[in-house]
């Protein structure tokens, strides 16, 4: 079931609470920018569907829709664990989507162990529910906060290079690496925004691009292989991506493309910038190595906007996300502050915080 809608505002998710059916909607991406579609899911395997191809992605709103998914299998009476479990490798590359599973997940636990399933079952889901109303409130929260803390990065006049889509659509806020665009274009520190393309699936050209233009924001899309001669030209300050999963050594894994600009921004001396919550680093993966890197269709290199553009039975080569390892990047921005330099030590010290909320506030920048 979908509807279609003129949005002023992007809302990318929401939970529709009703005690009949319970279901989440979500703005179908795939469609965008030509159409704005509303999908309903009412259950758990339609969600997983809509992960699968796209139609919700970006890490932080994946971990939103994670938990959701959660509280909508306990909202129908369904075996939650196996919703959990689906819901968890329906993408594995980024780390948001089971971190925010296993958040509602534990919540509906801790609630069932205590009043048993069948007296429990609408307190648990409630709880689910709870918890996943939370993750939303937080990622909003982040957004804002990240926004603020990149905002140290940018200089008056500043001309950026993104990759991928960073914005409203991937977050229940305004976005991680858009955010930070977005607050420079606010404060009129912004002069250009270049947006990557990105292919096979273009969320550059068809969603940054589409955000940009709502935001009133000066903007021209490229071919990904025009970012080496545009950052030569001189014409790039800084390059802001954002993250789908941080190992503990510092290491990025993004849309395949990121780390080819990061060695790019090295040799033409532009810094790089990754901005992403701190639910995004994922300590208990070691280094980019230990990171699983999602591999799709080859047909989605293989044509564009569902049209062959090789010769029938051509193999493809088909990585969703590349690694950029920590030596590339120049500083990362989460909502505690920013890392810089980005080390093994520095990121524990900042998720340690992060994780300890009866300590005292972290400072600002997390440089030793």
């Known amino acids: 079931m979908s509807d279609t809608r003129d949005m002023t505002t992007v809302r990318a998710l929401r939970w529709l609470d009703s005690q009949d059916s319970p279901a989440i909607e979500v703005l179908d991406q795939t469609r965008l920018p030509a159409v704005e579609t509303v999908l309903t899911c009412t259950d758990v395997p339609q969600l997983v569907d809509a992960i699968k191809r796209l139609a919700v992605r970006g890490a932080p709103l994946l971990g939103v829709a994670g938990a959701y998914g959660v509280a909508l299998a306990a909202a129908r009476g369904d075996d939650v664990p196996a919703a959990a479990a689906a819901l968890s490798g329906a993408r594995p590359t980024a780390v948001n989507l089971a971190w925010g599973v296993g958040r509602a997940l534990a919540a509906w636990r801790t609630t069932v162990e205590r009043t048993g399933p069948v007296p429990g079952i609408n307190t648990a889901a409630q709880a689910a529910l709870a918890e996943a109303k939370a993750i939303a409130e937080a990622d909003a929260a982040a957004s804002a906060a990240m926004a603020e803390h990149g905002m140290e990065l940018v200089g008056p006049g500043a001309r950026i290079l993104t990759h991928c889509n960073t914005g409203s659509l991937v977050s ?5 690496a858009f955010a930070v665009i977005l607050a420079a274009q606010r404060a009129g520190r912004l002069a250009k925004l270049w947006i990557d393309e990105t292919r096979p699936l273009l969320q550059g050209a068809r969603l940054t691009a589409w955000e940009a233009r709502r935001a ?3 903007h021209a899309i490229l ?7 545009l950052l030569a030209s001189g014409q790039v300050d800084l390059v802001l991506t954002g993250a789908d999963r941080i190992a503990a050594d510092g290491s990025v894994a993004n849309k395949v493309g990121t780390y080819g600009l990061a060695v790019l921004a090295r040799r033409h ?4 910038v990754v901005v992403a919550p701190v639910s995004t680093v994922d300590l208990s993966t070691q280094d980019g190595a230990g990171i699983e890197v999602e ?4 047909e989605e290199v293989a044509s564009l906007a569902g049209h062959p553009v090789a010769p029938a039975g051509t193999q493809a080569w088909n990585p969703a996300f590349d690694v950029t390892p920590p030596s590339l990047i120049t500083a990362i921005v989460t909502e505690r502050g920013l890392i810089k330099p980005v080390t093994a030590g520095n990121l524990q010290r900042l ?4 994780e300890d909320s009866t300590g ?3 400072a600002r920048y997390v440089e030793r």
Request: charged share 20%.
């Open 172 to 176: 229940a806020g305004e976005g991680t």
């Open 360 to 362: 005292p506030q972290p």
């Open 223 to 229: 071919a990904d292989s025009a970012a080496a001669s």
């Open 216 to 218: 009133g924001i000066d």
């Open 295 to 298: 591999f799709r269709a080859g």
């Open 269 to 272: 001396d532009v810094p790089f």
């Open 351 to 354: 998720r340690a915080g992060a």
